[in-house]
């Protein structure tokens, strides 16, 4: 292989923990954040973070008239000051939702709707999408704190029978919780398509929360599988996500569970690596930019679906040093000159078989 070739892997053995590479996929539950989203469809702003999503939102409330320019006003100064961005999207559900005592979206609901327009047309790198289905095909899990539904979209494109599943339907999170529904995405939000299961404020959880046949399945799950968090860094401190799997789980610091994060930040990173640590959490870094994402998920994909990564690799640098990987291996070898010794030999030996 030239030095010119640029040899590209899509993830070195020593990034990967040895206790996750030897995971089975059926033994995993993949929880997808907005990192994912972001990668797969880069041009829809409202899927790069949830303080996005919640700015696209607004911005459609001021488009359809359905908020007063000063609640317009007041909540984007929210969004850029405030932490707790659920508190913010609760009191924005609110303002567009029937004055009853409940939480059932409204108006809210059709702004996502604008927000979220023509997903599948907008998919731009369907890379880690492809490599969660791969995922999926072999027994793993997915649950997911977003709102879109680009993973079933592709899944549907590939011919896999797609599922969304929310907490709207009990009967169905137990199937999936029971491996059940192989090609079900648990939205623990809700979906942006079904306005009566979406969940943004844990209030939402309350009559879940009293349903323990459903808490103990969910937290059990917790604690029996091995979650993998991708894209989603902010997941533990989310509220939903903490009232359906940790509310009553004990000794946190004896699991085994993995997040993958960026490291931009040294100092940052190892905090945090210390911190999840007290949560059964081991952290991995797929390097300093949010552009190696989308193939260390490939490679780790493959990883754990016992696919040698050094196979795609090799696949990737052929096609960086075309045109000779078009090229037939036979058409490759050099062909003899005839003033060359071995060339002479070759026209002899081939003058004899014709005598």
């Known amino acids: 292989m030239s030095k010119g070739c640029g040899k590209k892997r899509y993830l070195r053995s020593r990034t990967v923990l040895k206790t996750l590479g030897e995971k089975n996929p059926n033994d995993l539950v993949l929880v997808i954040g907005t ?60 303002k567009m ?72 339907d009990k009967v169905k999170v137990l199937q999936w919780v029971q ?35 459903l808490m103990n399945e969910l937290q059990n799950l917790y604690c029996k599988k091995t979650f993998i968090f991708l894209g989603c860094g902010e997941a533990l401190r989310d509220q939903v996500f903490q009232a359906l799997f940790l509310y009553t789980v004990q000794n946190k610091v004896s699991m085994e569970h993995y997040m993958l994060v960026r490291k931009n930040n040294t100092d940052a990173f190892y905090q945090l690596q210390a911190n999840m640590l007290l949560n059964g959490i081991k ?34 640098i052929e096609m960086q040093c075309e045109p000779l990987a078009n090229v037939p291996r036979t058409a490759r070898k050099r062909k003899p000159d005839e003033n060359t010794r071995t060339g002479k030999k070759a026209k002899m030996k081939a003058g004899n078989l014709r005598n």
């Open 97 to 168: 939702s029937p004055r009853t005592g409940d939480h059932v979206p409204s108006l809210f609901q059709d702004c996502l709707m604008e927000v979220f327009e023509d997903l599948e047309s907008r998919i731009q790198d369907p890379a880690i999408l492809k490599s969660i289905i791969s995922l999926m095909d072999k027994g793993a899990m997915v649950l997911t704190t977003n709102y879109d539904n680009l993973l079933e979209l592709y899944g549907q494109k590939m011919g896999k029978p797609m599922e969304s599943v929310d907490l709207n």
């Open 283 to 316: 952290l991995m870094s797929y390097g300093d930019s949010f552009t190696n994402f989308p193939s260390f998920i490939k490679g780790l994909s493959a990883l754990l679906c016992k696919e040698r990564t050094k196979n795609i690799a090799h696949v990737d």
């Open 179 to 213: 491996s059940r529904i192989r090609y079900g995405v648990f939205h623990i939000h809700g979906s942006y398509r079904d306005p009566c299961g979406m969940i943004l404020d844990p209030c939402g959880h309350r009559n879940d929360a009293q349903d323990l046949e």
């Open 35 to 94: 990192g994912v989203s972001a990668a797969v469809a880069p041009g829809v702003p409202a899927l790069r973070s949830w303080r996005c999503c919640i700015k696209a939102v607004i911005d459609a409330a001021k488009q359809f008239e359905v908020l007063h320019p000063g609640d317009v006003v007041e909540f984007k100064k929210r969004v850029q000051r405030e932490q707790d961005l659920l508190d913010v999207a609760r009191d924005l559900i609110r």
